[in-house]
C-alpha cells in the first residue's frame, strides 16, 4: 500500500504545481526544439547537423519518439517527466527501507521526496533530470541488494543502469565509481569473497558494455561522439 | 559562500534536516545508522568536490537531493527516539509529528507560492501574440537569447547576434538602430523585447534615429517582487511611407527598365547562361564540399554570378539546389535556388561604391527569409572582405514581390568596391530582374 500511495501523493502534488507553474525552463525548451527537430529530420540527420550541439539522447529521443506518436512536444516531454517524477519517491522509499532497515525512516524519506521543492521543479518542466535522477536512484538500490545479496543480476543492474544515467547526463557515469568502490570496500571487509566481487565487477561491466552497445544502435548515437565525450572529460581533467 | 548557496538551491530545511540527521545518528543512532550516515556523507564529500573542481553551474549539485533525503527521514527517527527515552512515547510521536510537518509545510509554501512576476516572460509573449493578430506580418526581435519568447508567442521571430543584451552597454543603441534598419522589410510591425533593470530610461525612437511614429513603447512586465528587472515591449513600425521611400514596394509589376537607369549588375536578368568552363567556377565551392547536385554538368548556371555557402553551413547530405529554371517570371530564364540553410548567389563583378537602389523580383514557392548582403573591401578583392545586411525579408509560400532596397555602400568609410549577395537562408525562391541602380535624386537627399 506504501508503494502506491507514495506514487500517487507525489504524482498529484507536482500536477498541480505544474498547474500553478506552466513557464517552461529555458532549456527546457531548447530539449523540446531538439526533439522537434530530430522528429522532423531523421536522427541520424540531426547528429550530423549538430556535431557540437550533442547532448545526452535518452530524454530527447524519448520526446522525440512521443512526437513521432502524435504527441504534442510540451505535453509529452512534461508527462513524462511528471511520471518519473512521481516514480522516485518510490525508489527512494526502497533505497531508505534497505540502508537504514527502518520502515518509518522510509516512509518519511518518501514522503519528504514527494514534497521537495527542488525535484518537483525539475518534474513539473521538460528536462533531463528526473530520468537521470530516477536512474540514479534505481542504481543505488541494485547496490543496495547486491551488497546485501551479492548476486550476479545487481551488479548488472547496476552497470545497466549506470549506462542509462549516462544517457540521461554525462556525470551519470560516476555511478561506475561507486560500484567499484562499494565492491572494493566490500572485499576488502570480506563481506563479500574476492572470487565472488571479481564475478560481480565482471557481470557489471558486461552490462554497462551491453547497454552501452544497444543504446548506441537504439539511439543512433555516432561513435565519435562519445570519444569526444570522453576527450573533452580528460581535457579537463588535465586542465584542472 | 558556495555551501549557502548549494543549500539555497536543495532547499534550507532539508539541508538542515539531513545535517540535523547526521548529528543525531552519530550521537546516538545505531551501528547500522551510523555506517549507513558515513557512506552517504562519504559519497556527498565526494560528489561534491568532483563537481566544484571540475564543473561551474549549481544544476549539477542538484542530484545531491537524492542523498539527502534518506538523511531527512532517519533524523526524525532518531529524534523520534531519542524523545521517547525521555518523555514518553505520546510526547515523542506529537513532537516528531510536528518537526516533519513543519518541513513538509515549508516545502509546500515553497512549491505552492503565488509567484506571478516568474510567468513575466510567458505573459508577455501571449500579450504580443494577441497585439499581432491585427498586422499582416507581424515579427518579433527580442535579445538576451531566451528562446521561450518565440516559443510563447509563436510569431516569426529572430535573435539578432552581435546586439549587447545590456542597455549600459555603448555599443547596444547604435548596434540596434542598425539592426533595425536591416529588419525593416521583415514585417508591418516588429516586436521588440528584452529584459532591462527597471530603473533605466525608456528608449526612444530619436535616440536610435527613427522617424516619428515609428518606435513606440507599448508595455512593461514586470519580472521581480522588487521591481528590479522588467521586460519591456517596443513596437518598430517601417510604416507605409517608409516602404515607399527606402523600403519594398508590395506590387507584382516590375520596376520600369528604363527610368532605372544603367544596371551595374552583369546579366542581372540572367538571361545568359554560362559556358561550361565559367559554370565550374560558379559552383566550385559547393561542388567542393561534395554537393553532388552541383557537380551535374547538364545544370545551368547564369554568367557573372557565383554561388557559395557560409562555412560548415552546408554539407554533402544536405538538399540544396540552385540554378536557371524557364520560363523565368520575365523573360526566358530566372534564378531558382532552394535550400534548409543558407544558400548565397553573389555577383562576381565589384561595383565602385556609391549610393545605389536594388531591385528585384521575387515568386517565393515556400515560406522563406532572405537576408541582402554586401560584400565590401576597400579596394580590390584580394582577402579580408567584410560584409554588411542591408536587409532581411520574409516571404510566405506563394507570394510575388518586387523589392526595393537602398545600399548605402558610401557611408561605409572603409568601403571601395562591392559585390551584391543574396543569402536564401530557408525556402524555396525564383529570382528575377535583378537591377542595382544609381538611387534618385529624391532618395540620394533621404540617406
Redesign the interface.
Known amino acids: 500500500m506504501i508503494l502506491p500511495f507514495l506514487f500517487l501523493l507525489s504524482g498529484t ?1 507536482r500536477i ?2 505544474r498547474i ?5 525552463d ?1 532549456d527546457a ?2 530539449y ?2 531538439i526533439a522537434t527537430e530530430m522528429a522532423r529530420i531523421s536522427r541520424a ?1 540531426f547528429y ?2 549538430n556535431p557540437l550541439n550533442w547532448i545526452p539522447p535518452f530524454y530527447v529521443q524519448l520526446v522525440g519518439l512521443g512526437i513521432n506518436c502524435g504527441f504534442p512536444a510540451e505535453g509529452f516531454g512534461v508527462g513524462v517527466n511528471l511520471f518519473l517524477g512521481a516514480l522516485l519517491p518510490v525508489v ?1 522509499f526502497l ?2 527501507e534497505k ?4 520502515r ?10 514527494a ?8 518534474s513539473i518542466g521538460a528536462l533531463r ?1 528526473p530520468s ?2 530516477l536512474f ?2 534505481l542504481f ?1 538500490y541494485a547496490l543496495l541488494r547486491m551488497l546485501e545479496s551479492p548476486r550476479w543480476y545487481w551488479a548488472a543492474g547496476c552497470g545497466a543502469f549506470t549506462m542509462l544515467a549516462y544517457f540521461c547526463r554525462f ?1 551519470g557515469l ?1 555511478t561506475a565509481v ?1 560500484f567499484l568502490a562499494a565492491i572494493a570496500w566490500a572485499a576488502v571487509n570480506r563481506t563479500i569473497a574476492v572470487p565472488r566481487a571479481l564475478l560481480l565487477t565482471l557481470s557489471n561491466l558486461l552490462a554497462m558494455a551491453a547497454t552501452l552497445v544497444v543504446g548506441i544502435y537504439l539511439f543512433v548515437i555516432p561513435l565519435a561522439f562519445l570519444g569526444r565525450q570522453f576527450f573533452r572529460l580528460s581535457c ?2 588535465a586542465n ?1 | 559562500m558556495f555551501l549557502f548557496h548549494l543549500s539555497e538551491k536543495l532547499f534550507e530545511p532539508i539541508v538542515i534536516a539531513a545535517l540535523l540527521g547526521w548529528g543525531l545518528v552519530f550521537w546516538r543512532g545505531t551501528a547500522r545508522e551510523k555506517y549507513a550516515a558515513t557512506a552517504i556523507g562519504a559519497l556527498l564529500v565526494w560528489m561534491i568536490a568532483w563537481r566544484y573542481a571540475l564543473v561551474g553551474t549549481r544544476r549539477y549539485f542538484s542530484v545531491l537531493i537524492l542523498l539527502l533525503l534518506p538523511m531527512c527521514g532517519i533524523a526524525f527517527c532518531v529524534l523520534h527516539r531519542l524523545i521517547r527515552e525521555r518523555l514518553g512515547g505520546k510526547i515523542a510521536a506529537r513532537i516528531s509529528v510536528l518537526l516533519f510537518a513543519l518541513l513538509l509545510l515549508g516545502c509546500i509554501l515553497k512549491t505552492f507560492r503565488p509567484a506571478p512576476y516568474s510567468q513575466a516572460l510567458q505573459a508577455a509573449s501571449e500579450w504580443i501574440q494577441a497585439e499581432s493578430e491585427r498586422y499582416r506580418s507581424p515579427a518579433l526581435i527580442y535579445l538576451g537569447g531566451d528562446c521561450r519568447i518565440e516559443y510563447y508567442s509563436r510569431i516569426a521571430t529572430v535573435a539578432p547576434a552581435g546586439v549587447p543584451h545590456e542597455i549600459p552597454n555603448p555599443d547596444f543603441i547604435p548596434l540596434l538602430s542598425r539592426t533595425l534598419r536591416q529588419y525593416q522589410y521583415y514585417g508591418d510591425i516588429l516586436f521588440f523585447v528584452f529584459k532591462t533593470p527597471a530603473r533605466a530610461p525608456l528608449l526612444t525612437g530619436e535616440e536610435l534615429e527613427l522617424g516619428s511614429g515609428q518606435w513606440q513603447f507599448l508595455k512593461r512586465f514586470r519580472m521581480d517582487k522588487r521591481n528590479r528587472y522588467e521586460l519591456r515591449v517596443y513596437a518598430y513600425t517601417p510604416g507605409p511611407e517608409a516602404g515607399a521611400a527606402k523600403g519594398m514596394l508590395r506590387s507584382s509589376t516590375p520596376p520600369p527598365a528604363d527610368e532605372a537607369g544603367r544596371n551595374w549588375l552583369k546579366n542581372g536578368d540572367f538571361e545568359q547562361a554560362a559556358a561550361p568552363r565559367e559554370r565550374a567556377q560558379i559552383v566550385k565551392i559547393l561542388a567542393g564540399r561534395g554537393l553532388s547536385y552541383f557537380c551535374d554538368e547538364n545544370l545551368m548556371m547564369p554568367e557573372g554570378w557565383r554561388l557559395t555557402a557560409p562555412p560548415y553551413e552546408l554539407k554533402p547530405y544536405d538538399a540544396a539546389q540552385a540554378g536557371l529554371v524557364s520560363p523565368g517570371l520575365s523573360g526566358t530564364y530566372a534564378f531558382g535556388m532552394r535550400t534548409d540553410k543558407t544558400l548565397v548567389l553573389y555577383s562576381y563583378e565589384a561595383v565602385n561604391c556609391g549610393n545605389y537602389e536594388l531591385t528585384f523580383s521575387l515568386e517565393s514557392i515556400r515560406e522563406s527569409r532572405l537576408a541582402i548582403i554586401v560584400y565590401y573591401a576597400e579596394s580590390a578583392f584580394s582577402a579580408g572582405l567584410q560584409e554588411n545586411t542591408y536587409g532581411v525579408l520574409r516571404f510566405d509560400a506563394n507570394e510575388k514581390r518586387t523589392c526595393r532596397i537602398p545600399i548605402q555602400i558610401k557611408a561605409i568609410p572603409s568601403a571601395g568596391m562591392f559585390r551584391i549577395g543574396f543569402a536564401l537562408e530557408y525556402g524555396e525562391i525564383t529570382l528575377d530582374q535583378v537591377k542595382l541602380t544609381l538611387a534618385s535624386p529624391e532618395l540620394q537627399a533621404q540617406q
Not at chain 1, 500553478?20 to 517552461?24: A, F
Not at chain 1, 514534497?115 to 525539475?122: K, T
Open positions: 502534488v498541480l504545481a500553478l507553474h506552466p513557464t517552461l529555458r525548451i531548447d523540446l526544439n540527420h550530423l547537423e527512494l533505497i531508505a540502508l537504514f532497515q527502518n518509518a525512516a522510509a516512509v518519511l524519506t518518501g514522503v519528504s521526496a514534497f521537495a521543492p527542488v525535484l518537483i521543479d525539475f533530470e537521470y535522477f540514479f536512484a543505488f556525470e560516476e561507486f579537463r581533467i584542472w
